[in-house]
């Protein structure tokens, strides 16, 4: 007989399995534990009791060990799942690290940019050399730049660009000099310890020093501002292009129709998304904006990075994992660095440490030049350049609201005592060592920094222990530009009963063209060169300087006839117009 109460859906009925007897709705119980020895029934019969019996029983029993054993089952697979994913994370982890590690290419500057020292809280400033080389030695680079297949274009390379760049010890501020491809100054004795091409030392253009490796185009700008030099980091063609596109494009506007016929740059006026190739025409362009020259180069240059900066420091950049990801691999593909940046991890503390610093108070310059007096298409070191060398190596700051190791509120006679411009000062340069040459280098090294072009170079009467220079009647100030040029004490100062300016190098000064400094770059800047604070008015005149979050204007296109088509010169402008069938390198 059934038990409709005991029926579930089809089910047959619940039974006791040890009475054998089906149970009767209305069955009561006054007894705990029948007859047939199975558990206390209910005290009602019926559905409830039924239920109660199912759980009671074995067969009850066995539906109530499966959700344990399925939970169990269950923590089981949970468990092995998380092992499994702190496994897979961790290793992709290690493999994404290794990857980006993989493609880092680091080379040693063997202390060739001297060594920074502490402040009083034991913090030190980062001066970082930015090296865009033009080097074509791979087929993506030929492609890019053109002269694919030419002696020339496979045999060296020179640095395109070249920009310090100097983060202050307290990292509050920066500031980002240009330093162009066209300056004249001494090359010292170098050795590429991959290629082995050496040299002796010469005196020749900056970017040249970039054939005998990226330590000796540190070595050179060491030498020539004093500024100790900690990294570098090199671009070559491609990775200009690598890194455009993985910050998604950067965004410049030029101020006119512009076709750069050497570049192949070619924009309307107003403002662009450059990416890939096109990013690459435009840092490379020199006669589609300013004067044609270099110079103008630097200035676009700044936009453009100023630009990049912005862009790294926008959320949508940095807060997304994929973008920070595709940046890593683009930038560690495309950079060369010195051993000391030679890892993931470093390049992450450079790159916290660059982050830190607002970008108004980010400040890009460029040195003051002046025509060099042997070849107009060449430049040296204005005067005022020793002002802005002296900012950078001081740790000021030359954004207003910055806050360096030092006041910038000297006044000029605080800063070096030079009170006579350079190009007025004409200096005998006698060699009182035993190593030949060592005068031309020295007076080739003034001509450098814009002393007058009557400047000579001889022997010395007599050897001498020490470096001197003396000066004739009322030339105190004379000697004292001469001796600021070149990081000499005061106290090396004689004045002398003839009229003059004569320097007499010392064996105490046995290379290079700044004293206390060698020629290989291997010791600091000399500390009398930059033991005042500099005047930071004097040092950003008439270097272009403009910050990060304020260098949103148009590139100047050239008014002058910088280019040409089919022989005939014109402005970059007209030559946009001519070139009418020419599509443009952006929408």
Same mark, same amino acid.
């Given at each position: 007989m059934s038990d409709p109460w005991g029926e579930t859906r089809g089910r047959s009925a619940t039974r006791d399995r040890s009475a054998g007897v089906p149970r009767q709705r209305g069955e009561t119980s006054g007894r705990r534990g029948g007859t047939d020895g199975g558990p206390p029934q209910a005290p009602y019969g019926g559905r409830a009791a039924a239920r109660q019996a199912a759980r009671s029983r074995g067969r009850g029993a066995g539906r109530r060990a499966k959700p344990v054993?399925?939970?169990?089952?269950?923590?089981?697979?949970?468990?092995?799942?998380?092992?499994?994913?702190?496994?897979?994370?961790?290793?992709?982890?290690?493999w994404l690290y290794e990857h980006l590690n993989g493609n880092i290419n680091s080379v040693s500057l063997d202390g060739k940019g001297g060594s920074e020292k502490a402040d009083a809280f034991g913090r030190t400033p980062i001066n970082i050399l930015v090296i865009g080389s033009d080097g074509r030695n791979n087929a993506a680079d030929c492609k890019l730049g053109g002269g694919c297949g030419s002696a020339g274009s496979t045999v060296g390379h020179n640095a395109d660009v070249?920009?310090?760049?100097?983060? !202050?010890?307290?990292? =509050?501020?920066?500031?980002?000099?240009?330093?162009?491809?066209?300056?004249?100054?001494?090359?010292p004795a170098c050795k590429d310890p991959d290629s082995n091409q050496s040299t002796p030392g010469y005196y020749g253009q900056i970017n040249s020093a970039l054939q005998y490796g990226?330590?000796?185009?540190?070595?050179?700008?060491?030498?020539?501002?004093?500024?100790?030099?900690?990294? $570098?980091?090199?671009?070559?063609f491609a990775g200009v292009v690598k890194m455009s596109d993985a910050v998604g494009g950067v965004s410049v506007c030029v101020s006119d129709n512009v076709y750069d016929t050497y570049s192949h740059l070619k924009l309307a006026k107003g403002t662009h998304t450059l990416k890939g190739d096109?990013?690459?025409? $435009?840092?490379?362009?020199?006669?589609? $904006?300013?004067?044609?020259? +270099?110079?103008? &180069?630097?200035?676009?240059?700044?936009?453009?990075? *100023?630009?990049?900066?912005?862009? $790294?420091? *926008?959320?949508?950049?940095?807060?997304?994992?994929?973008?920070?990801?595709?940046?890593?691999?683009?930038?560690?593909?495309?950079?060369?660095?010195?051993?000391?940046?030679? !890892?993931v991890t470093r390049l992450i503390d450079l790159a916290t440490d660059l982050n830190k610093v607002p970008s108004k108070r980010m400040t890009f310059t460029t040195m003051q030049t002046a025509a060099d007096p042997t070849n107009a298409n060449r430049v040296v070191p204005a005067a005022a350049a020793k002002q802005l060398f002296a900012t950078i190596a001081n740790d000021q700051s030359l954004s207003s609201s910055g806050s360096g190791k030092k006041k910038s509120s000297a006044s000029p006679s605080a800063s070096a005592a030079a009170t006579v411009p350079a190009s007025q000062v004409t200096v005998q340069v006698e060699n009182g060592t035993t190593t030949g040459g060592r005068a031309a280098v020295v007076a080739n090294g003034l001509v450098a920094k814009g002393f007058g072009s009557g400047t000579t170079s001889g022997n010395a009467p007599e050897q001498s222990a &020490?470096?001197?220079?003396?000066?004739?009647?009322?030339?105190?100030?004379?000697?004292?530009?001469?001796? *600021?040029?070149?990081?000499?004490?005061?106290?090396?100062?004689?004045?002398?009963?003839?009229?003059?300016?004569?320097?007499?190098?010392?064996? +105490?000064?046995?290379?290079?063209?700044?004293?206390?400094? *060698?020629?290989s770059g291997g010791s600091s800047a000399p500390a009398d060169t930059h033991a005042a604070p500099a005047d930071t008015h004097a040092a950003v005149? +008439?270097?272009?300087?403009?910050?990060?979050?304020?260098?949103?204007?148009?590139?100047?296109?050239?008014?002058?006839?910088?280019?040409?088509?089919?022989?005939?010169?014109?402005?970059? =402008?007209q030559a946009y117009a001519a070139a009418s069938g020419r599509k443009d390198s952006a929408p």
């Open positions: 054993a399925r939970r169990k089952r269950v923590a089981r697979i949970a468990l092995l799942t998380v092992s499994a994913l702190i496994l897979v994370t961790a290793g992709a982890g290690a070249e920009m310090v760049v100097h983060v !202050s010890a307290d990292r =509050s501020n920066a500031t980002v000099m240009s330093v162009p491809r066209d300056t004249m100054t001494q090359v990226p330590a000796c185009q540190v070595a050179t700008v060491h030498q020539l501002t004093g500024i100790t030099i900690d990294h $570098f980091v090199m671009l070559d096109a990013a690459l025409e $435009f840092v490379r362009s020199r006669h589609g $904006f300013g004067d044609g020259s +270099d110079l103008g &180069r630097t200035v676009s240059q700044h936009l453009f990075l *100023s630009a990049m900066i912005r862009k $790294f420091k *926008s959320a949508g950049t940095l807060g997304n994992p994929a973008k920070v990801y595709s940046l890593a691999d683009a930038a560690t593909k495309a950079l060369t660095v010195d051993d000391g940046l030679g !890892s &020490r470096t001197t220079v003396t000066y004739g009647p009322g030339q105190k100030a004379e000697a004292q530009t001469v001796a *600021s040029a070149i990081g000499l004490p005061a106290s090396h100062l004689t004045q002398g009963s003839t009229s003059g300016v004569v320097l007499v190098i010392g064996s +105490d000064w046995p290379s290079g063209t700044t004293y206390g400094s *060698s020629g005149a +008439d270097a272009h300087a403009q910050t990060a979050d304020g260098a949103k204007g148009c590139a100047k296109v050239s008014p002058y006839k910088t280019v040409e088509i089919n022989g005939v010169p014109m402005t970059p =402008s």
